[in-house]
């Protein structure tokens, strides 16, 4: 939670890919601690 960009380092905060496991109709997620996720679920 204490990360930030800056412009002389942009990238410090970026979209990264996660995975998930669907199953039995579950969704499981692994979160790392202190971080700010956004899930869209489609059907």
């Known amino acids: ?3 930030h960009n800056t412009f ?3 990238q ?3 979209p ?4 998930a496991r669907a199953a039995g109709g579950k969704l499981s997620i692994k979160v ?3 971080a700010v996720m956004v899930v ?3 059907e």
């Open 40 to 42: 869209a679920l489609e």
């Open 12 to 14: 410090v905060i970026k």
């Open 8 to 10: 002389q380092n942009p």
């Open 1 to 3: 939670m204490d990360a």
């Open 32 to 34: 790392p601690a202190k």
């Open 16 to 19: 990264a890919a996660f995975s």
